[in-house]
């Protein structure tokens, strides 16, 4: 009589495939998904915060050096003013004054543009920026102003949130009205993420009598300081 030989055994595989797989071997891999899950986030989120200091600073920038351009290409006096409050910059174009001027009154300013900065960054100052006429970017304020213009060539008190761009290229203050005659004013201007530390920063300066526009971005080595960008 034929010896019936038993049936072949299964290999591992074979019983892990048709077992599927175990509770903590799907716990083990669920804690890699979130672990690795909560890296990105993160990661993201950093990266999401320094685009919105990036693009509040790019915004304010080219603010400034647009219309400064348009002030000279066009030959008009071209007003900005600066809102802390609702991080928010207003650009009025002023019409000039009639030839021959007989009411001496100035035409009615007319908006051009209005930027709104990103929710989570503002116009402020921190504890911890510098405060020294050294220190601060230009050498403009003291750092306790986050839109601080008013500086002229020979002092002044600053603590102005309006500038006016001249024909020439020039910055003055609004005292002249249409006739353009007000004071050169210089200045600078804070915009920071209070979420973060002080370093998620930059300051932009004016300069009066050319308009010059130049940024900065505060460092931590032997800082805080202010470094030109």
């Not at 175990?22 to 890699?32: N, P, R, T, W, Y």
């Not at 200045?187 to 300069?207: F, K």
Request: charged fraction near 10%.
């Amino acid at each position: 009589m034929k010896k019936r030989l038993p049936p072949p055994r299964k290999s591992f595989m074979t019983l892990r495939k048709n077992r599927g797989y175990s509770l903590l071997e799907m716990m083990i891999v669920l804690a890699v998904i979130i672990i690795l899950s909560s890296f990105a986030v993160f990661r993201m989120q950093t990266v999401l915060n320094q685009a919105h200091l990036d693009t509040a600073y790019d915004t304010t920038l080219s603010t400034l050096r647009n219309t400064r351009n348009l002030a000279i290409a066009q030959s008009y006096q071209y007003i900005v003013t600066f809102n802390p409050g609702a991080g928010t910059i207003q650009v009025l174009w002023q019409p000039p004054m009639p030839s021959p001027p007989a009411a001496q009154v100035c035409p009615a300013t007319q908006v051009a543009h209005t930027y709104t900065l990103p929710g989570d960054i503002t116009y402020g100052v921190r504890a911890g920026f510098p405060t020294a006429a050294a220190s601060v970017p230009d050498g403009f304020g003291t750092g306790a102003a986050p839109v601080d213009f008013g500086y002229l060539t020979n002092g002044g008190g600053g603590g102005s949130a309006t500038v006016v761009f001249m024909p020439d290229g020039s910055i003055r203050d609004n005292s002249g009205g249409c006739a353009g005659l007000g004071n050169y004013s210089s200045g600078v201007i804070y915009l920071t993420r209070a979420a973060d530390t002080i370093y998620a920063s930059r300051a932009i300066t004016v300069w009066g009598t050319t308009g010059r526009v130049r940024g900065w971005q505060l460092t931590q080595p032997g800082g805080p300081i202010w470094v030109q960008q």
